[in-house]
T-cell receptor, first 116, second 110 residues
Framework: GAVVSQHPSRVICKSGTSVKIECRSLDFQATTMFWYRQFPKQSLMLMATSNEGSKATYEQGVEKDKFLINHASLTLSTLTVTSAHPEDSSFYIC????????????FGQGTRLTVV | KNEVEQSPQNLTAQEGEFITINCSYSVGISALHWLQQHPGGGIVSLFMLSSGKKKHGRLIATINIQEKHSSLHITASHPRDSAVYICAVRGGGGADGLTFGKGTHLIIQP
């Protein structure tokens, strides 16, 4: 099956710093990528939809200035958590879909972010 | 906004038992995913369904679009099947992100 690679898998950072998470589709071109967040014992929640070459669409309640998304190529989307706070500590996971209507979604391995 | 309900939330069974996990949703969809999440957090997509039934090894997934209901079955369960199983749906537009259920925490005891 298709492979989506997400890095880093774990990161610990200090409050106030920024962290970048990369999501790459390794063997297909992903025109659309999705970023999700999962707090402990909670469901995964969609944060934003990233379309190659255009601005990301953020879900209600997600601050676009805090969670910067860049989808500069058909194989790479990045999520930058700016000025991180302890409450941003969470599991972040990306998903990529191949072009076409209703194509299957493939998931990255996820990133465990801890802000201290 | 679609509401996705899964049952049961927790399930402990003995090795070899037939397992059923249920998922219902409130609004029409373009696709439903069954996902497996292991303790480290990584997610594996097991099935994507738009209608009918799919089978892969010991796993079977069914969906009833009219009833807005899907089931995931595991035959001859094994301890390595222990994981969180998550139902997720995509909206009718076909281009949307997924809405997830809370997951079913499955433990298969030897």
């Amino acid at each position: 099956g298709a492979v989506v690679s997400q890095h880093p898998s774990r990161v610990i950072c200090k409050s106030g710093t920024s962290v970048k998470i990369e999501c790459r589709s390794l063997d297909f071109q992903a025109t659309t990528m999705f970023w999700y967040r999962q707090f402990p014992k909670q469901s995964l929640m969609l944060m934003a939809t990233s379309n190659e070459g255009s601005k990301a669409t953020y879900e209600q309640g997600v601050e676009k200035d805090k969670f910067l998304i860049n989808h500069a190529s058909l194989t790479l989307s990045t999520l930058t958590v700016t000025s991180a706070h302890p409450e941003d500590s969470s599991f972040y996971i990306c998903s990529a879909r191949a072009p076409g209507w209703n194509t299957e979604a493939f998931f990255g391995q996820g990133t465990r972010l801890t802000v201290v | 906004k679609n509401e996705v309900e899964q049952s049961p939330q927790n399930l402990t069974a003995q090795e070899g038992e037939f397992i059923t996990i249920n998922c219902s949703y409130s609004v029409g969809i373009s696709a439903l995913h069954w996902l497996q999440q292991h303790p480290g957090g990584g997610i594996v997509s097991l099935f994507m369904l738009s209608s009918g039934k799919k089978k892969h090894g010991r796993l079977i997934a069914t969906i009833n679009i009219q009833e807005k209901h899907s089931s995931l079955h595991i035959t001859a369960s094994h301890p390595r099947d222990s994981a969180v199983y998550i139902c997720a749906v995509r909206g009718g537009g076909g281009a949307d992100g997924l809405t997830f259920g809370k997951g079913t925490h499955l433990i298969i005891q030897p």
